[in-house]
């Protein structure tokens, strides 16, 4: 029901069939010495056609679990202890900053660590502080979206009222569907989300599409790019939380949804193997501490 891939564009353009013929005919003009200019505009047609999308990879917060157990509802982890990276990303494409995902709340920066059950969460640096770091403040964002609406992904969302929140339906009617979750979410209360069903092709060229995959939470949705070197990536949001739970298939005890969540990763590495795309888990310390760190990124 929510596979969606043939509506995705899972052809990488470097390996297009015309890509491919505008090689032949390169080749065909070089070998006949035709002259140069026809050379000139053959060159600019042969341009990979992928826009020059950058990567960002922010550090929003860590989460240290002392018993991982609520992380397979099967018990795989109880009594574990993990370190669970909390990140952020803003894609830069050259028609607008997509910032995906917020982390933990800008009150724990320059505090002592805040315990919460099995949790202990800490901040280096807020958004903003980053942002600037290459040159930027919230109000140049022109997108902001989350992969769901826990904590540790909305932390920091009301400072980016200026920018068009693009928010998954199902998630908006979950944040703000009931009295009781509209006041856990007050902050967010004057923010006008604009809504979307399904998948969302951001900048509508296929280069960035937010994949509705629920389960976790009811509009949880993970997000795919597709970098001009790299090639494509897939942020996981918290399909999984650490690269063990991938390999083996482990869905949290407090997901909304498990049936539906199985569905979802089914859909997901689907489209991981289609366009052998990098997946990157948004919580797992090992992928987040490979990527570049500011200001340097991912292109
Ligand atoms: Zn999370």
């Known amino acids: 029901m ?3 891939t043939t509506k995705l564009p899972l052809i990488s353009p470097k390996k297009t069939l015309s890509n491919l013929s505008r090689t032949f005919i390169r080749n065909a003009l070089i070998t006949t010495g035709l002259s140069t200019i ?6 600019s047609a042969n341009v990979d056609k992928t826009p020059p999308i950058k990567l960002y990879t922010f550090e929003c917060g860590t989460i240290k679990v002392s018993d991982m157990d609520v992380f397979s509802s099967t018990g795989d982890y109880a009594k574990q202890e993990k370190t669970l990276s909390g990140s952020c990303f803003l894609i830069r494409h050259p028609k607008g900053d997509l910032l995906w995902d917020t982390g933990l709340s800008a009150d724990l920066v320059g505090q002592k660590p805040i315990v ?9 640096k807020t958004l903003p502080q ?19 609406s826990h904590f540790d992904h909305v932390g920091q969302l009301p400072t980016f009222k200026s920018s068009t929140w693009l928010a998954q339906k199902q998630e908006v009617t979950a944040m703000f569907g009931s009295q009781k979750s509209r006041k856990e979410f007050a902050a967010l209360t004057t923010f006008k989300p604009k809504q979307f069903s399904g998948d969302l092709d951001v900048f509508n ?28 990536v897939l942020l996981s949001g918290d399909l999984y939380h650490q690269a063990t739970s991938r390999d083996l298939k ?15 990763m089914t859909r997901f590495e689907k ?17 987040i501490d490979s990527l570049p760190k500011l200001p340097k990124y991912l292109q």
């Open 205 to 232: 060229d296929g280069s960035v599409v937010i994949l509705d995959t629920p389960g976790h939470t009811h509009g949880h949705t993970a997000l795919q790019i597709m970098l001009p070197k790299t090639g494509p």
């Open 38 to 43: 026809f050379m000139a505009n053959i060159a």
């Open 2 to 4: 929510h596979d969606k």
């Open 116 to 124: 919460n059950g099995v949790f202990t969460l800490t901040m280096a």
């Open 250 to 264: 482990r869905v949290p005890r407090f997901n909304s949804d498990e049936p539906q969540t199985r569905v979802s």
């Open 130 to 148: 980053q942002l600037a770091e290459i040159g930027l403040s919230p109000q140049d964002i022109e997108y902001v979206s989350i992969s769901h």
């Open 271 to 287: 489209i991981a193997n289609k366009l052998g795309a990098k997946v990157i888990i948004q919580h797992e310390k090992s992928h």
